[in-house]
C-alpha cells in the first residue's frame, strides 16, 4: 500500500516561494496519480494540482495557474508542487493524495492513499 509522505512546508513572506514534496518508499508509486488538496482553518479541503502517473498531464485549480507547477520525478519516486508568488490566502495545511490509474481525479474522494499533510503559512 502506497503511503504518501509530504515535506517542504513552512513560513514564507508573500511573494516568497516554497517547493512540498510528496515521496512513497513503493516503487509502485510510480504508476499512481498524485494530486495536491489544501486546507484551510474553518474552509473545505480544496484541490489544489494533480499529475498523471507517467506526468504527461496536468491539472490546476484557478486560483493557483501561472503561480504553481506540479512535477514528478518517478526514478525518486516523487513528486513536487512549486509553489511561487505566494499570497496569504494559500496559507493551509497542503495534503499530498495518490490514486492507482490512468484518470488524473480532480476530486478529494477519488484519491485512496492521503499523506498526513504539512502545514504552509504565508505572512502579509
Known amino acids: 500500500q502506497v503511503q504518501p509522505v509530504e515535506s517542504g512546508g513552512g513560513l514564507v513572506q508573500a511573494g516568497g516561494s516554497l517547493r512540498l514534496s510528496c515521496a512513497a518508499s513503493?516503487?509502485?508509486?510510480?504508476?499512481?496519480?498524485v494530486g495536491w488538496f489544501r486546507q484551510a482553518p474553518g474552509k473545505e479541503r480544496e484541490f489544489v494540482a494533480a499529475?498523471?502517473?507517467?506526468?504527461?498531464?496536468?491539472y490546476y485549480t484557478d486560483s493557483v495557474k501561472g503561480r504553481f507547477t506540479i512535477s514528478r520525478d518517478n526514478a525518486k519516486n516523487a513528486v513536487y508542487l512549486q509553489m511561487n508568488s505566494l499570497k496569504p490566502e494559500d496559507t493551509a495545511i497542503y495534503y499530498c493524495?495518490?490514486?492507482?490509474?490512468?484518470?488524473?481525479?480532480?476530486?478529494?474522494?477519488?484519491?485512496?492513499?492521503w499523506g498526513q499533510g504539512t502545514q504552509v503559512t504565508v505572512s502579509s
Open positions: 499529475i498523471k502517473w507517467n506526468g504527461m498531464n496536468t
Open positions: 513503493d516503487d509502485t508509486f510510480s504508476m499512481y496519480a
Open positions: 493524495a495518490a490514486v492507482q490509474g490512468p484518470g488524473i481525479p480532480m476530486t478529494a474522494n477519488d484519491y485512496s492513499n
